[in-house]
């Protein structure tokens, strides 16, 4: 059996049906990152030994009718800031290289505890925000779609190995785009959930108020599944939610007919660095949207330079907060990139802080008060493709091509889910944005999008 192009449900079928084993998936998967990641550099550690074990003990658990769920002989992999009990995790930065925790993150828990397969550690800028860059440790991954491009950052690794299919779902993680950026950028779903929806305990912080961990994947079904064995109040973590967790899968294929979906044109319609291409691709999803039933309207929120820039000062606050010491006593240490960003931290005033505060809780409203009018918001992902290494973009900057920070500053559940590829080859993406904790909701637009932009026909690039 070809197990490369399986979903998380096919194969879980394959599994409980016997005509494959996780041990066979396990080392499908083994070979593909051989074959494919010497030259796409998406793994900074692989737990072979591990990985096998892990298959080995759900194979023996299914034949004995214990069945952990849907994600019971998966290969999955981690992007090297979730802590693995007894596996060295290095955030990709020279001061973590002998960091070995001793207990796993509880996201690594719970896919332990899931039945999963660690296949290891995914490449990601240096402490979530430093790079692509070439004076680390561990050099940058590269865009499967064409490696001459970046794949955006923070979670590089996670989109690399799916874009050239080396597993089919790895988990990144989020405070200013850091999942839907590489999924925008190398055509794969990714959320952002809810604010505390999923415990970050045991995941090296960036930003305190703005991290958000989730999953990137093949499909938005791969997802669906991910984040229902995640999702959950985690009383260790000050963030988490005590929310109920909803049933993601039972209304995925439902579709848009009835709903209604926003559109804060003014986000991107004259952004600086916007390509035509983008603006055809919200353009059509919205009109397949309303061919498939559902109301799209344009809506009126807050400037978007207003969300960048309480955003950027949260972010650079908290960082700073997070790394003084280290900034202090082991500067030389850090990577040029994260050098340079963290420090910008220094300069900014507790009244700077506050007021950043200040206006998220505004901003926030603004969007809460437009999604009880309207079921999600439709929106861009990026502004463009890829960028080539030669010609990096600055995603932190005023002009960034990511338009994934304000749903950071406001916690909302967010996804980037692919359209089509465009003229350059490269692919394109949109973003959904739904109510807090509503994710069942997000899945379930991002499914059609996913369905009737076409997007399941398009070739993978390995």
Not at 214 to 233: H, M, Q
Not at 437 to 455: H, I, N, Q, T, Y
């Given at each position: ?48 030994d591990r990985a096998l074990a892990d298959a ?341 900057s005023s002009a960034s091509p990511m338009q ?59």
């Open positions: 059996m070809d197990t490369a192009n399986l979903s998380i449900a096919e194969m879980g079928r394959a599994l409980r049906g016997g005509s494959v084993t996780s041990e066979q998936l396990t080392n499908d998967a083994l070979a593909r990152i051989a074959a494919h990641d010497p030259g796409l550099h998406a793994f900074v550690l692989l737990t072979r080995r003990r759900s194979d023996s658990e299914l034949k004995g009718n214990i069945d952990r769920g849907p994600f019971h002989g998966i290969p999955y992999a981690l992007k090297d800031i979730y802590d693995t009990g007894g596996i060295r995790t290095t955030c990709h930065s020279k001061l973590r290289l002998d960091n070995i925790p001793a207990a796993d993150s509880e996201v690594a828990a719970k896919f332990t505890e899931a039945g999963g397969v660690l296949l290891g550690k995914l490449a990601t800028h240096e402490f979530a925000i430093g790079g692509p860059s070439f004076d680390l440790p561990f050099p940058p991954s590269r865009n499967p779609w064409n490696v001459d491009h970046v794949t955006g950052g923070s979670s590089s690794g996670s989109a690399t190995a799916i874009a050239a299919r080396m597993v089919r779902m790895a988990m990144g993680s989020d405070t200013g785009g850091s999942i839907r950026g590489p999924a925008a950028w190398c055509g794969l779903a990714g959320i952002k959930p809810t604010y505390g929806r999923v415990s970050r305990r045991g995941v090296f912080p960036l930003s305190w108020t703005l991290d958000h961990c989730g999953p990137l994947s093949r499909s938005v079904e791969d997802s669906a599944i991910t984040l229902g064995i995640l999702a959950g109040y985690d009383p260790a973590d000050g963030a988490s939610a005590d929310v109920p967790v909803s049933d993601y899968l039972r209304d995925l294929n439902k579709g848009a007919s009835g709903l209604r979906v926003g559109i804060p044109r003014a986000f991107f319609q004259a952004a600086p660095v916007v390509i035509p291409d983008v603006l055809v691709a919200i353009d059509r999803t919205a009109n397949q949207l309303r061919d498939a039933g559902a109301t799209v309207e344009d809506v009126t929120l807050p400037d978007y330079a207003l969300f960048a820039a309480a955003g950027r000062v949260i972010l650079m606050a908290e960082a700073f907060a997070i790394h003084e010491a280290d900034m202090r006593t082991r500067l030389l240490d850090y990577g040029m990139i994260t050098a340079n960003r963290f420090v910008l931290g220094a300069a900014i005033t507790a009244v700077d802080y506050i007021n950043a505060m200040r206006a998220r809780r505004e901003l926030t409203g603004a969007v809460n008060s437009t999604l009880s009018r309207y079921d999600v918001l439709l929106t861009a992902s990026a502004l463009g493709t890829a960028p080539r290494f030669d010609s990096p973009a600055d995603t932190l994934t920070i304000p749903f950071n500053v406001t916690g909302h559940p967010a996804m980037s889910v692919p359209t089509g590829l465009a003229s350059d080859g490269l692919p394109i993406g949109v973003q959904i944005v739904g109510r807090p904790f509503d994710e069942a909701m997000v899945f379930r637009v991002c499914r059609a999008v996913e369905v009737l932009s076409g997007w399941e026909s398009v070739t993978l690039p390995v």
